[in-house]
């Protein structure tokens, strides 16, 4: 095994999260770019650590997001910087985002379970870009007749709404934090998904 100093240790880690551009934990980087040196999970924490600190008032933080850390831009400068993208956000439905509310509340459930709570059928267009946003997942099927598909949210999801865990939602009661978490979303105007289907 190969030493590696504390600076040394830094830097890798910091080029890591740079060249990946996705949430890291600190076993995945003692299991890939320092595999090969002797270096403990705790030292690893260490520097992750010191990294947060040193970018704690620059433009770039370290955060820590879905189980890993992930460099991004503060979230004040966000509006400043949305010229430096020609793609405009896509709008999602009051219908979808209530879908994804219930699934990331109330995992796993099933699609019968979301049409419960929201009171009125979910076209599968919704379910689809959900799927192929990465924002949820089957994780199983229930033991009851037709064993339907049991859906939860992602690591994706989570890393998307710069939560770490399931747990930093904020509480339903709160519509003010439900706003906040859809915020980085753009609500399309007042037409649900299920009538674009019925058409």
């Not at 830097?11 to 320092?34: C, N, R």
């Not at 002797?38 to 970018?55: C, F, N, T, W």
């Not at 946003?133 to 229930?142: A, D, P, T, Y």
Request: proline letters at 6%; glycine letters at 4%.
């Amino acid at each position: 095994m190969m030493q590696i100093n504390p600076i040394q240790l830094k830097q890798l880690i910091e080029a890591s999260l740079f060249v990946l551009g996705k949430p890291l934990s600190a076993k995945m980087l003692k299991d890939t770019v320092l595999v090969d040196f002797s270096v403990s999970r705790d030292k690893i924490k260490a520097a992750l650590d010191e990294l947060q600190q040193d970018y704690q008032d620059r433009g770039v933080q370290l955060v820590k997001v879905a189980g890993g850390y992930r460099f991004q831009t503060l979230e004040v400068l966000s509006p400043f910087l949305q010229p430096l993208w020609q793609e405009k956000a896509p709008k999602y439905s009051r219908a979808t985002l209530e879908t994804l509310a219930v699934i990331a509340y109330r995992q796993p459930v099933t699609r019968g379970d979301i049409e419960q709570v929201r009171g009125v059928a979910i076209s599968s267009h919704i379910i689809k870009s959900l799927s192929d946003r990465h924002w949820i997942k089957v994780v199983g099927h229930k033991e009851v007749p037709g064993r339907p598909a049991l859906y939860a949210t992602t690591l994706e999801f989570l890393a998307y709404f710069g939560l770490d865990t399931l747990a930093d939602l904020p509480p339903l009661s709160d519509t003010e934090s439900l706003q906040a978490v859809f915020s980085s979303l753009k609500l399309a105007p007042e037409q649900s998904e299920e009538q674009n289907t019925n058409e």
